[in-house]
């Protein structure tokens, strides 16, 4: 499981012309799910994007988190995070997960993340998406569990 993480200040999803979410101050984050990754793993992923220090303190310094700032999420379902770019000129996504699974592991980290205590927004899984953010930095983070 992958995840990139970008500090915003806004950030928003239009699937067909909707908005279907939407945040101010936070994290929007674009999530990668593999074949072999499991609700385990998106728990674990779940709790380092929640608990991972890139607000500025009083200092200036990152020492806050997502979490100490009650900022917002907006998760973005993006399996093109997995893809092997190795070799050749042209991705492999063999590493993904099977569209159900990846669907499935999709829903129960949106869900796991609705009880945390934050402002939880997300896009549509499969859809066709416009994402629009201003990133607060920028800073950008790549994350793996």
Request: net charge negative.
């Amino acid at each position: 499981m992958k995840a990139l993480i970008q500090r915003v200040t806004s950030a928003s999803v239009v699937v067909e012309g909707e908005i279907v979410g939407e945040i101010s101050k936070g994290l929007l984050l674009f999530l990668g799910i593999e074949k072999d990754d499991n609700e385990q793993k998106a728990d674990k992923l779940l709790d380092k994007v929640i608990k991972y220090r890139v607000f500025a303190d009083q200092n200036d310094r990152m020492n806050l988190s997502l979490k100490d700032i009650q900022g917002e999420l907006l998760i973005i379902s993006q399996f093109t995070l997995v893809a092997d770019t190795q070799k050749g000129l042209r991705p492999s996504f063999s590493s993904a997960a099977p569209p159900e699974k990846g669907e499935a592991l999709y829903a129960y980290f949106i869900d796991k993340a609705t009880h945390s205590g934050l402002d939880i927004s997300a896009g549509r899984f499969g859809a066709d998406m416009s994402v629009s953010l201003v990133n607060d930095g920028p800073v950008t983070f790549n994350l793996a569990v």
